[in-house]
């Protein structure tokens, strides 16, 4: 197992916050929009997601815990039409040509077949300001987010968190030029404090019930003001 990955299973281990964090606001989020058929994960990474049992095959450029596959996701070695649903976790930020990775996700899935995931989201004001200075990824706007977001060839866990909110704020009329196949049926900005809190991947962060009661009172901002403050975002899409 790589350094990193035993890194933040151990901080996972730990860390009772950041388990019910991504249990009740990114688990969560993917598992209620889960439709019918076959669940494909990519970039499983430590395979926290995977350990919930909901995937049926568990994928990334590189071995884990729960890979049953290893593949990139610019070239998915799986049949048209094999996958009810495709998921992933901070994965979209990482991908040197996501329009390949999108194109393959649309060839996967069946009609009507979803692709849910989670990803960092750089709001104007709190976003910008912990991406910027407080995380260790880039954080910058690409002239070419679609191809070629990165300038040179990348390792799989170079990022630039940025990357998500160009996508996805894209005019309609790119993504289906770009992406004729997969239309954005949801997007929602969420976590603020409640994320800070969890500490990321370190072994320590704020108690489980401070997280939660940070969650509790974060969902019942207005839309508006979490779009302006949220560091996550969740994302639907369906095969069309
Ligand atoms: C930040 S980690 C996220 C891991 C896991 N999803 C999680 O939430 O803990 C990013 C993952 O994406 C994987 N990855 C990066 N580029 C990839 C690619 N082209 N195809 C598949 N996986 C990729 C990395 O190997 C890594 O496991």
């Known amino acids: 197992m790589s350094e990193w990955i035993e890194r933040h299973r151990f901080a996972w281990s730990r860390n009772a916050g950041l388990r019910g964090f991504y249990a009740g606001e990114i688990f969560n ?22 350990e919930t049992g909901r995937c049926d095959v568990v994928t990334d450029v590189a071995p884990g815990p729960f890979t049953n596959v290893v593949c990139d996701a610019l070239a998915l070695p799986f049949a048209d039409g094999s996958f009810g649903n495709v ?16 194109g393959e996700i649309a060839r996967v899935l069946r009609p009507a077949g979803r692709l849910l995931f989670v990803e960092p989201w750089v709001s104007d004001v709190l976003g910008w ?32 968190n940025y990357l998500p909110r160009q996508l996805l704020e894209i005019a309609p009329t790119v993504w289906a030029e770009r992406c004729p196949h997969l239309k954005n049926v949801e997007t929602e900005p969420f976590a603020m404090l409640s994320y800070l809190a969890t ?33 996550r975002v969740f994302a639907r899409f369906e095969r069309v």
Request: proline share 9%; glycine share 10%.
């Open 29 to 50: 989020r993917i598992v209620s929009g889960l439709g019918p058929g076959p669940t494909l994960e990519l970039g499983s990474g430590p395979g926290f997601f995977a």
């Open 87 to 102: 998921v992933f976790i901070d994965v979209l930020h990482h991908l040197g040509a996501p329009d390949r990775a999108l």
């Open 129 to 160: 300001f912990v991406y910027r200075y407080l995380h260790h990824e880039d954080c910058a706007v690409v002239a070419d987010p679609w191809s070629a977001p990165f300038r040179s060839r990348k390792d799989p866990l170079d990022g630039n």
């Open 199 to 231: 500490g990321g991947f370190r072994a320590r962060g704020a108690p489980a019930s401070i997280v939660r009661a940070l969650s509790r009172i974060e969902r019942r901002l207005p839309a508006a003001l979490r779009r302006r403050l949220a560091l």
